[in-house]
């Protein structure tokens, strides 16, 4: 027989065994839709997280930090730290340089006390320089726009996430409104009044307690003028922010000293290098570790998650491949007994000059094309119950979490063809023995079975 004939005569054995052959698959397709839906979580959150890297454009960000030096800028120095050199402008300015870099600029971040009108709230400042502003920044914006130019400007960029907090209903309410920053400062230090203010949109129900803040008399700020507002839930812990001018920034930070412990004047705790591509990151880090500095990107923390993904995938796999493997030995249950019934037909291919080989073959490729198929069943079944549960779980995210789409199971393209390719290799495998035992049969005994 050749290996055409072999796979025709092993579709139409199954193909006449309709039922048999459904109900194996459908145990096979169990396992792998739980093996897919399983793998498919880690997958997900795992693709979460270094998506929420890629918006924020970590990817393509240098963290440079003076070697020796404590991370926590709460933490006291020790007496020997630190032992690099100083990360001051001439030394940005030379890192800026560097082949690669789009830009580098000193890491510039404090908080603040935020005011507009008598709403109060706290908020960080994070200092940009104009070439650091890219795309991914102004695709963020939910209104209005970034500055024009470097140099100290009264403006910022508010983050959605402080607007209710200030009184303001849509962003584009904020824009051209005035917010006095102040240092960081407990709230109870300002004055608060209760005011009973009626409900515009319900004019039967009883007013409304509203808590507005008086500022201390005396309270030294700055005012400046909102010119847009960007989606908090793009930068995740980070979307706190103000976005402010570089020389802003600076101005806010000696004003209102609070990350300047165990600086000397001139000094940054840190730098930002960002590169033109994150092709460039290797290269660009190892040129400024070899003047002396240390460096952190994304990809030391994406080291240690995948690490951690990793462990979570192969146990949530290990579960997973339970049904898989008692789907094993109902392959193995299903091709015994068909070798069983068809004893007297085996008989009949071998007196018409079947082979050992050919015998066996027949049974191996009955036995894959169920893993195939039941894979294929348990992929795509696999692949709705996660669309399933991504909708519900998305349905409990509240509103003012302002995601659109929560997709905690992902099932990647190689999540697909590894699910197919074990389901085929456990069913061969289970296919084996049965194979075996019916080549081993002996036509004239089988040929006087009834």
């Known amino acids: 027989m050749t290996p055409p004939d072999i796979a025709s005569y092993a579709l139409g054995n199954l193909r006449r065994h309709k039922l048999r052959t459904f109900l194996t698959c459908a145990g096979v397709a169990v396992g792998v839709a739980t093996l897919t839906v399983m793998v498919s979580l880690g997958t997900g959150l795992e693709e979460m997280i270094t998506r929420q890297f890629d918006q924020e454009e970590l990817t393509t960000r240098i963290t440079v930090l003076r070697a020796g030096a404590q991370r926590n800028p709460f933490e006291p120095r020790a007496a020997d730290a630190p032992k690099g050199p100083p990360i001051t402008d001439e030394v940005i300015e030379r890192l800026g340089r560097l082949p690669g870099v789009l830009v580098a600029y000193p890491d510039l971040t404090t908080l603040l006390t935020v005011e507009a009108g008598e709403q109060v709230t706290s908020a960080g400042a994070y200092g940009l320089p104009r070439a650091a502003i890219t795309e991914s920044y102004r695709k963020a914006l939910l209104a209005g726009d970034y500055w024009e130019g470097d140099g100290a400007q009264a403006v910022c960029v508010l983050p959605s996430r402080v607007l209710s907090e200030l009184g303001f209903a849509r962003p584009a309410d904020a824009l051209g409104q005035t917010v ?9 230090r300002y004055g608060e009044v209760h005011e009973q203010v009626p409900d515009p949109t319900k004019p039967d129900a009883p007013p409304r307690d509203v808590v507005k803040y008086r500022r201390p008399s005396g309270l030294e700020g700055t005012e400046l003028t909102v010119v847009g507002v960007y989606d908090s839930d793009q930068y995740g812990y980070m979307g706190r922010q103000l976005h402010v ?9 000696e004003d209102y000293p609070i ?3 165990g600086l000397e004047e001139g000094e940054y705790r840190a730098a930002l290098v960002k590169v033109v591509s994150h092709n460039d990151l290797d290269a660009v880090e190892k040129r400024i570790q070899k003047e002396g500095f240390a460096t952190q990107t994304v ?6 998650i995948r690490v951690v993904f990793v462990v979570f995938q192969l146990l949530l796999s290990f579960f997973g491949g339970i049904g898989l493997f008692v789907a094993f030995f109902g392959i193995a249950n299903t ?4 070798v069983l019934e068809r004893v007297r037909e085996i008989g009949v291919l071998k007196a018409l000059g079947a082979t050992r080989f050919d015998i066996a073959g027949i049974f191996v490729v009955e036995a894959s094309t169920i893993g195939f198929a039941g894979g294929a069943l348990g992929v ?3 692949w709705a119950v996660g669309k399933l549960l991504n909708f519900v779980a998305t349905r409990f995210v509240p509103p003012e979490a302002g995601i659109d789409s929560l997709e905690l199971f992902y099932v990647p393209p190689w999540l697909v063809v590894a699910a197919l390719c074990v389901s085929t290799f456990v069913a061969l495998v289970a296919g084996l023995y049965p194979a075996w035992r019916a080549a081993r049969q002996d036509p004239v005994v089988a040929l006087r079975r009834e």
């Open 299 to 304: 990809f030391d923390i994406l080291g240690v």
């Open 245 to 253: 001018p570089l020389d802003t920034a600076r101005q806010l930070i």
């Open 180 to 188: 006095f920053v102040s240092a960081y400062m407990n709230l109870s």
């Open 380 to 382: 795509g079944f696999g």
């Open 259 to 261: 990350f300047r412990f």
């Open 335 to 338: 091709m015994v007994m068909a």
